[in-house]
C-alpha cells in the first residue's frame, strides 16, 4: 500500500506561482509512474501531468508552458511547479502513482493509477 500526501495548495492572484508536492510512503517509489489531476466543483477529475519513472513526461494542452512536472527520487517525492496561474485553474489537485515495469510508461487517464493522494485546494483569484 502506498500513501500519498500532497502540499503546496493555497489563494494565489493570477499571474502568481505555487509549487504542489507530493511525498509517497513506498520505497519502491523510483518504480511508479506519477500524475497530477484536478477537479473543479461540478467537473470531472481532470489529467493535469504525468512522469515515468525513467523521466518521460506528459502535460494537459491547458497548462502546456506554466505547469511542469518533475520527481526527487531520493525524497520520495513528486513535485508540480505552477507558474502563470489563471482563475480557470482553481481546483482540488491529486497525485496519484502506480507501479510500472517500463521506465516510460505514464497515464494521462484516471482510471491507470492505483493510489491517490487527498487532495490539495488551489485558488487562483481574478
Known amino acids: 500500500q502506498v500513501q500519498l500526501v500532497e502540499s503546496g495548495g493555497g489563494l494565489v492572484q493570477a499571474g502568481g506561482s505555487l509549487r504542489l508536492s507530493c511525498a509517497a510512503s513506498?520505497?519502491?517509489?523510483?518504480?511508479?509512474?506519477l500524475g497530477w489531476f484536478r477537479q473543479a466543483p461540478g467537473k470531472e477529475r481532470e489529467f493535469v501531468a504525468a512522469i515515468s519513472w525513467g523521466g518521460s513526461t506528459d502535460h494537459a494542452d491547458s497548462v502546456k508552458g506554466r505547469f511542469t512536472i518533475s520527481r526527487d527520487n531520493a525524497k520520495n517525492t513528486v513535485y508540480l511547479q505552477m507558474n502563470s496561474l489563471k482563475p480557470e485553474d482553481t481546483a482540488v489537485y491529486y497525485c496519484?502513482?502506480?507501479?510500472?515495469?517500463?521506465?516510460?510508461?505514464?497515464?494521462?487517464?484516471?482510471?491507470?493509477?492505483?493510489?491517490w493522494g487527498q487532495g490539495t485546494q488551489v485558488t487562483v483569484s481574478s
Open positions: 513506498s520505497v519502491a517509489f523510483r518504480n511508479y509512474a
Open positions: 496519484a502513482a502506480k507501479g510500472t515495469y517500463y521506465s516510460g510508461t505514464y497515464y494521462s487517464s484516471p482510471t491507470g493509477y492505483d493510489y
